[in-house]
Each structure stands twice: as structure tokens, then as C-alpha cells.
């Protein structure tokens, strides 16, 4: 069953934004660090953002300066905001818990992925 749940992607022209949302759907009773990673056809994954329970961000550097990752702890949600996007952005996104390499400082044991959503620039 889906613990995490994408929602956002779609297809944009070249200098478009998009808002990727995650929500986290378990009920763990604690916060963890949350992030995004991207794979795009015939590439290696690529970890995109992260951020800790204390608001701290980390970002790829070829995101840096475009993207933001936020988050929502009431409602158990991470956002990633996509601004001036271009075709090398193309790619599924998921949303991971508390995966290091991704860029979360530790592992607390509530590692999950989501099923991805799909960002397309054209």
C-alpha cells in the first residue's frame, strides 16, 4: 500500500513552474526528514532536494536557485516548487522519507518512496 502519495506533475513549456506535493499518509506520530530525487529515461537517479525537521533545505546544484522544497507538518505534506524549468528537468519525481542520500543528515528507520510523478519540459 502507498505510503507516500505525489501529486503536481504535468507537462510545462520551457521557463514554466510547477508545485510537486507528497503526503505522507502514515501516521508514524514523529517528523523525519523529507526529500525528492528524479530519474529521467536511460539517466541514473538524481537526488534533487531534501529538508530536516528543523526547516533546513539541501539542494542539488543544478536545481539551486529554481526549486525549493517546503514543508507542512500539520498536514504531513513536502512541497517542491519549480520555477524556470527547462527541458533537462524532464524526468519522474518521487518523494522519499528520511533517505540519506537523498540529503537527509540520518536515517531514523521510516524510510519510504512514493510511486512518482512526471514532470515533462518542452
Known amino acids: 500500500h502507498v505510503q507516500l502519495v505525489e501529486s503536481g506533475g504535468g507537462s510545462v513549456h520551457t521557463g514554466g513552474s510547477l508545485r510537486l506535493s507528497c503526503v505522507d499518509r502514515?501516521?508514524?506520530?514523529?517528523?523525519?526528514?523529507m526529500g525528492w530525487f528524479r530519474q529521467a529515461p536511460g539517466k541514473d537517479r538524481e537526488a534533487v532536494a531534501a529538508?530536516?525537521?528543523?526547516?533546513?533545505?539541501s539542494y542539488a546544484e543544478s536545481v539551486k536557485g529554481r526549486f525549493t522544497i517546503s514543508r507542512d507538518d500539520a498536514r504531513n505534506t513536502v512541497y517542491l516548487q519549480m520555477i524556470n524549468l527547462s527541458p533537462e528537468d524532464t524526468a519522474l519525481y518521487t518523494c522519499?522519507?528520511?533517505?540519506?542520500?537523498?540529503?537527509?543528515?540520518?536515517?531514523?528507520?521510516?524510510?519510504?518512496w512514493g510511486q512518482g510523478t512526471q514532470v515533462t519540459v518542452s
Open positions: 522519499v522519507s528520511d533517505t540519506v542520500w537523498v540529503g537527509c543528515r540520518r536515517s531514523v528507520g521510516v524510510a519510504a
Open positions: 502514515r501516521n508514524i506520530g514523529r517528523h523525519y526528514c
Open positions: 529538508i530536516e525537521t528543523d526547516g533546513s533545505a
